[in-house]
């Protein structure tokens, strides 16, 4: 039953010599042919010699090759193993530890999820998925890719998604710990069984059984020994959501955001080992070369062990021979647990023979495991999006949404954990190019970032005047990364609105610069209604901005001589009140749904306010004061200057929702004439919005703009 296999990443010699020897100790796989390939000739040498002594201890007629070519590796194979790490120890996952540390972020293992997580996918995905379009393109037409690489459940993800091809990710954790907990609770493996399912490296025993019997009392007896001090994290994790995780507690610890970030104390309570795969890594290369000795033996004394528990060489077995059995998978979700992502990849017992792979179907997780299980598929997601479209934001928000790390930095260290890690691992050679975003966001600048603004603004704009004149300004921003020729045209469907020009032509303006350009606008007869004078471009990738000239409002006073006023703050009512003439005084009171009330008496516009504004005509200069609320009670009116004008009282009232103020200001002060019409406009600046929504700053006209003054926007009139 002859058939090729191959095994990329072969120079993971320990875990190809459990993988080989497995497969070859079934009698019907005998006569395999393997093919080894790995980057590393050196490597690939030791693997290439250990697995012809493999065959030569085993007497069977299996033949092995090695190659450093990847397509030659796959070209035939039936089944092709993968168990690469890009980047290695040094440099890549060194970077994945060591600037997260300089952020303030541990971690333990650093390889599945995590911003270490994150950044070994991004390595590994565009690797893993030309392993996967070489299988499509000259592998067997039946050929199956089982990867064993981390992060599992990324690199299965984006090879489905990516390449579509058959496919399975295989881990140990799910028959290791079944072995464990049956070992906990002292009762034999070969009595126990089990359902597991979620994602992989947190998937959860929904059943454990001993001889059809749930076996959960027992590990709950073991949750509370006082005695026990092992896996304290996935016995905590147990204890608070009633089932049992199939990766270690030093796997979980950084998973959720439960336990690292709170400090040593926690760390040394759930014996947490920081930097634990750091260690290991250190631990493998200082005994490599006795390693390498004892895998390599002499001829004959190569010793080769049993058949392992890994799946693989079951898989293999089971499809070449229509043997039934049942192993667990990291498939697609294809609606085999309905509470997670549709297709997100999901870890669930597979059933094998023949026919091929056939994962079964879970249904619904409990809920408290499906939100776990969401937290690292969100992660998961966003990192896959950003491997295959290359968008950098990705990046950010695959970090920003992780459990742990959210938990542990702020959003501006994100970004620039992220910033240090991407420039290190493309620096290293093991990380691509990425679409650039506006700096320090979570935008692509593409078609944001660089799109041209041209924005068309008024100035001091009278159209209740005939023969009026104002400018109309018109800027051209050009953030893109090249300089531009570009030309305008302003249209006005209002003939009393007479432009000096309608174009506007070869504006050139160069990267990163603004280039202003100025219309003259006569008013040939009054207008009352608003005039839209729309701006348009012959510049691909511009937002271009018009105009709209609103005639002054006329804020009529009713039969009591009170001008009503009334500000909204994003559609809701914010301010009410009046403003009356009364002989040569301007009564004005108001009531202000300001919840949170935050006087600033130094910066009163930064704190809540009333700013007023007042004018006797378009030509006479503003006069402006500031009705600022006390700490606790009371109300002052204030100056630009930021006296306090203690000669006009404000009564002021307080609740726990508003504030209320009525003042008397003498027509002089304001700089107003003693009778007729003036000009009134007003901003408020709210903490809170009454009782439900939050605060900020408006105006009378309702549409507030922090570059354009809206003073001399209303005319009060008797």
Not at 106 to 121: N, Y
Not at 324 to 337: E, F, K
Not at 510 to 519: C, D, H, L, P, R
Not at 671 to 680: C, E, I, P, T
């Given at each position: ?5 191959t095994l ?12 080989i ?5 079934f ?10 390939m790995?980057?590393n ?8 010699i ?8 085993l ?6 090759e090695?190659t ?5 590796a ?19 996952t060194r ?5 997260p ?7 333990t ?19 893993i ?7 499509a ?5 039946d ?6 690489s ?7 993800w984006?090879v489905?998604e ?5 496919h399975?990710?295989?881990?140990h ?12 609770i ?7 069984s ?38 304290k ?7 608070r959501?009633?089932y049992?995780?199939t ?16 400090g040593?104390?926690m760390?040394d309570?759930?014996d ?5 795969y750091m ?29 392992s ?7 293999i077995?089971?499809?070449e ?5 049942t192993?667990?998978?990291?498939v697609?979700?294809?609606?085999l ?5 549709l297709?997100?990849?999901?870890e669930v017992?597979?059933q ?14 409990p ?8 937290t690292?598929?969100n992660v ?5 999006s950003a491997?295959l ?11 920003m ?17 992220c910033?240090?890690?991407i420039e290190a691992h ?5 990380l691509?190019?990425f679409e ?17 603004i ?11 005047e ?5 400018a ?6 050009n ?18 609105l ?5 174009t ?17 606008v006569?008013i ?7 005039v ?14 018009g ?8 804020l ?10 009334k ?11 009046s ?6 005084m301007?009564?004005l ?8 009330v935050k ?8 704190g809540?306010?009333?700013e007023?504004?007042?004018?006797k005509?378009?030509?006479s ?19 630009v200057?930021?006296?306090v ?10 609740t ?5 103020a ?5 027509a002089?002060?304001?700089k ?6 003036f000009?009134?406009?007003?901003i408020?600046?709210l903490g ?11 105006c009378l ?5 922090s570059s354009?003054?809206?003073a ?7």
């Amino acid at each position: 039953m002859s058939c090729k296999i191959t095994l990329i990443g072969a120079g993971s010699v320990v875990f190809a010599k459990t993988l080989i020897g497995d497969i070859l100790q079934f009698p019907e796989l005998s006569d395999v042919q393997i093919s080894l390939m790995d980057i590393n000739p050196d490597r690939l040498k030791v693997a290439d010699i250990m697995m012809k002594r493999i065959v030569e201890k085993l007497g069977v007629k299996a033949t092995v090759e090695s190659t450093l070519d990847q397509k030659k590796a796959v070209k035939g194979a039936k089944y092709v193993i993968c168990t690469l790490q890009v980047g290695g120890y040094k440099p890549s996952t060194r970077r994945d530890f060591d600037i997260p540390n300089k952020y303030g972020l541990q971690q333990t293992i650093a390889d599945t999820l995590g911003v270490g997580g994150v950044f070994r996918g991004l390595r590994t995905i565009p690797v893993i998925n030309q392993i996967a379009q070489d299988i499509a393109d000259h592998a067997h037409p039946d050929c199956l890719f089982l990867n064993y690489s981390n992060p599992m459940a990324m690199n299965c993800w984006a090879v489905a998604e990516g390449v579509g091809i058959p496919h399975v990710g295989l881990c140990h954790s799910v028959f290791g710990t079944a072995r464990m907990l049956s070992s906990n609770i002292g009762l034999p493996y070969e009595d126990m069984s089990y359902l597991v399912a979620g994602i992989n490296h947190m998937a959860f025993f929904l059943k454990f059984q001993y001889k059809g019997q749930d076996a959960y009392p027992l590990l709950y007896k073991v949750l509370e020994d006082p005695e026990r001090d092992f896996e304290k994290v996935r016995y905590e994790m147990m204890r608070r959501t009633g089932y049992f995780a199939t990766e270690s507690s030093e796997h979980q610890s950084e998973y959720v955001p439960y336990f690292i970030h709170h400090g040593k104390e926690m760390i040394d309570k759930f014996d947490i080992p920081i930097d634990e795969y750091m260690r290991r890594c250190e631990a493998i290369m200082a005994t490599w070369e006795k390693t390498e000795s004892d895998l390599l033996g002499t001829g004959n004394s190569i010793d080769v062990a049993p058949q392992s528990q890994e799946y693989g060489s079951y898989i293999i077995h089971s499809r070449e021979t229509n043997t039934l059995r049942t192993v667990y998978g990291n498939v697609p979700n294809t609606g085999l647990i309905d509470n997670l992502m549709l297709g997100c990849c999901v870890e669930v017992p597979c059933q094998v023979d023949g026919t091929g792979l056939n994962p079964l179907r879970i249904g619904n997780l409990p809920d408290q495991l499906a939100a776990l299980c969401m937290t690292n598929v969100n992660v998961q997601r966003l990192t896959v999006s950003a491997a295959l479209t290359k968008k950098r934001e990705h990046i950010y928000h695959a970090v920003m949404m992780d459990p742990h790390t959210s938990a542990t930095l702020p959003l501006d260290k994100i970004w620039a954990m992220c910033d240090e890690l991407i420039e290190a691992h493309q620096a290293d050679g093991y990380l691509g190019e990425f679409e650039p975003v506006i700096k320090n966001t979570g935008r692509g600048f593409k078609g944001i970032g660089d799109r041209i603004i041209a924005r068309a603004q008024a100035v001091n704009a009278r159209l209740d005047e005939a023969g009026s004149t104002f400018a109309l300004n018109v800027t051209f921003e050009n953030p893109s990364n090249e300089d531009i020729t570009m030309s305008a045209e302003l249209i006005s469907s209002d003939p009393n609105l007479k432009l000096e020009t309608s174009t506007l032509e070869n504006i050139k303006v160069a990267v990163g610069e603004t280039v202003s350009k100025t219309i003259e606008v006569t008013i040939i007869a009054p207008i009352e209604t608003t005039v839209e004078v729309e701006l348009i471009t012959d510049q691909p990738n511009t937002l271009a901005v018009g105009a709209s000239l609103m005639p002054r409002k006329l804020l009529k006073a009713d039969s009591s001589g009170k001008a009503p006023i009334k500000i909204d703050l994003a559609g809701f009512e914010a301010v009410t009140g009046s403003v009356r003439r009364n002989g040569d005084m301007l009564d004005l009171e108001f009531r202000v749904l300001d919840s949170k009330v935050k006087p600033l008496p130094n910066t009163p516009h930064k704190g809540s306010c009333i700013e007023l504004f007042f004018a006797k005509d378009a030509s006479s200069p503003i006069t402006q004061f500031f009705l600022v609320p006390g700490e606790n009670e009371g109300a002052v009116l204030m100056t630009v200057g930021r006296h306090v004008l203690d000669t006009i009282p404000v009564q002021s009232e307080r609740t726990q929702i508003d504030y209320t103020a009525r003042f008397s200001l003498p027509a002089e002060i304001a700089k107003v004439s003693a009778a007729g019409s003036f000009l009134f406009d007003a901003i408020a600046n709210l903490g809170a919005l009454g009782d439900a929504h939050s605060g900020g700053r408006t105006c009378l006209g309702g549409q507030f703009n922090s570059s354009v003054s809206s003073a001399h926007y209303h005319e009060i009139r008797n």
